[in-house]
């Protein structure tokens, strides 16, 4: 029976050995310098600032890249503005391409070109034509007919030259293009 016994410990250390030699071996693999085994504390504290770090650098560059753009580009438009004030471009089409305020006294006519703009600020007025349609309300997408009453703050168009406007009373108007006033 003692003999036995011993054989049963003897094989029973020997399993035992065994099973902590295969736990070794296997927690050994773990960590190979092929296939490291990162901590969260170093990925924490070590590789997650180094990231940031670069983005931030990066993001910087680019913010410091884009603002240059920008001053440049605001800095032509500058140029072009004070250029087209000045009168020194001469792609500015005759009548100008920035609205002009004109004033007419009861019984003035202001005829314009053709795609002359011309909005009532103040004042009455009525439309002026020779044949329908007269004028293109904008504003309200309708047409406005020989006679017609303009309505204040709302947006014509003369689509063909001869088109015009009659102050009933003192007007205000606001012309884009080529007009003539009788």
């Not at 410091?64 to 250029?83: G, R």
């Not at 609205?99 to 002026?128: D, I, K, M």
Request: aromatic content about 4%.
């Amino acid at each position: 029976m003692k003999r036995r016994t011993w054989g049963i410990r003897v094989a029973v250390g020997c399993l035992m050995t065994l099973g902590l030699a295969g736990v070794a071996l296997a927690a050994g693999q773990q960590g190979s310098q092929s296939d490291p085994l990162v901590t969260l504390s170093y990925l924490n504290q070590k590789v997650t600032p180094a990231i940031l770090e670069q983005v931030d650098a990066k993001v910087a560059a680019r913010e410091t890249e884009l603002k240059q753009q920008l001053n440049d580009v605001v800095t032509e438009y500058e140029k072009e503005v004070q250029a087209s004030l000045a009168g020194e471009t001469g792609d500015t089409p005759e009548g100008g391409a920035i609205y002009e305020v004109v004033e007419l006294t009861a019984g003035q006519t202001l005829t314009g070109g053709a795609s002359c703009e011309f909005l009532l600020r103040s004042g009455t007025a009525v439309c002026v034509s020779d044949s329908a349609p007269g004028l293109v309300d904008m504003t309200a997408g309708t047409t406005l007919a020989n006679g017609g009453t303009l309505v204040a703050n709302h947006l014509y168009l003369g689509t063909i030259e001869g088109r015009g406007v009659k102050a009933t009373t003192a007007a205000t108007l606001m012309v884009r293009g080529s007009y003539q006033i009788q």
